[in-house]
T-cell receptor, first 112, second 114 residues
Framework: DSGVTQTPKHLITATGQRVTLRCSPR?????VYWYQQSLDQGLQFLIH???????AKGNILERFSAQQFPDLHSELNLSSLELGDSALYFC???????????FGPGTRLTVT | SQQGEEDPQALSIQEGENATMNCSYK?????LQWYRQNSGRGLVHLIL?????REKHSGRLRVTLDTSKKSSSLLITASRAADTASYFC??????????????FGTGTQLKVEL
C-alpha cells in the first residue's frame, strides 16, 4: 500500500458526460501527479501540482482539467467524454518536486 | 508520446534465472527510474539512478545507466514467480521549471514460470 488513495475504483459512463476523479496523496507529500494509461498510448503524464500550484503539463486535453486543494487532495475533471478516454487514470505523489513517485491504485474509466 | 523504448516487449523465464530488460530514451535526463506494475494495478517504484551514476544495486536488482548511449538496463537476479509483472523505465528531464514530468517507456512484460 503506497498511502495514495484514489476514488472511485471503477467508473462507467456514457459519451458526452463529465466525471471527477479524486486523489489523496501520502501524508506530507506536497506534489500530486496525474497519469493516463491506455493500450494504444501507454503511460502518459498529464499534469503536476505542487502545494496547490500547477507546475508541469503534459499531453492533457483541453477537455480535462485538474486542481489541488489546500488540504493537498487533487481532482481530475474529464468532460465531453469520448470512447477514446477509456483508460486507467493514476494519481501519484511525492514529497517535493523530484525523485520517486508513489502511485495510487488507479481509477478505471470506461466510456460507452 | 513515449520517451523510451523497452526491450524485450515480453520475456518468459524459469524461476531462479536472471531477467534483463533494457530501456532507451531520447533526451538528457536528471535521473532514470524503474517501476513495476502488477496486472492493471498501481506502479511500484523499484530504483532510481541519477545521471551521474553508472550502476546501482537494491537487493536482487541491478541497474546500469549509460548516458552516452541514452540507455539503461535492469537486471533481476534469481527471479521468483512473484516477480511476474510489467516493468517500466521512466525518465525525469533536466530544466523542468519546477515541475516533475516522468516520461515512461513502453514496458517489458516479465513472466517467471515455476
Amino acid at each position: 500500500d503506497s498511502g495514495v488513495t484514489q476514488t472511485p475504483k471503477h467508473l462507467i459512463t456514457a459519451t458526452g458526460q463529465r466525471v471527477t476523479l479524486r486523489c489523496s496523496p501520502r501524508s506530507g507529500d506536497l506534489s500530486v501527479y496525474w497519469y493516463q494509461q491506455s493500450l494504444d498510448q501507454g503511460l502518459q503524464f498529464l499534469i503536476h501540482y505542487y502545494n496547490g500550484e500547477e507546475r508541469a503539463k503534459g499531453n492533457i486535453l483541453e477537455r480535462f482539467s485538474a486542481q489541488q486543494f489546500p488540504d493537498l487532495h487533487s481532482e481530475l475533471n474529464l468532460s465531453s467524454l469520448e470512447l477514446g478516454d477509456s483508460a486507467l487514470y493514476f494519481c501519484a505523489s511525492s514529497p517535493l518536486t523530484g525523485g520517486e513517485q508513489y502511485f495510487g491504485p488507479g481509477t478505471r474509466l470506461t466510456v460507452t | 508520446s513515449q520517451q523510451g523504448e523497452e526491450d524485450p516487449q515480453a520475456l518468459s523465464i524459469q524461476e531462479g534465472e536472471n531477467a534483463t530488460m533494457n530501456c532507451s530514451y531520447k533526451t538528457s535526463i536528471n535521473n532514470l527510474q524503474w517501476y513495476r506494475q502488477n496486472s492493471g494495478r498501481g506502479l511500484v517504484h523499484l530504483i532510481l539512478i541519477r545521471s551521474n551514476e553508472r550502476e546501482k544495486h537494491s537487493g536482487r536488482l541491478r541497474v546500469t545507466l549509460d548516458t552516452s548511449k541514452k540507455s539503461s538496463s535492469l537486471l533481476i537476479t534469481a527471479s521468483r514467480a512473484a516477480d511476474t509483472a510489467s516493468y517500466f523505465c521512466a525518465t525525469q528531464p533536466f530544466n523542468t521549471g519546477g515541475g516533475n514530468k516522468l516520461t515512461f517507456g513502453t514496458g517489458t512484460q516479465l513472466k517467471v514460470e515455476l
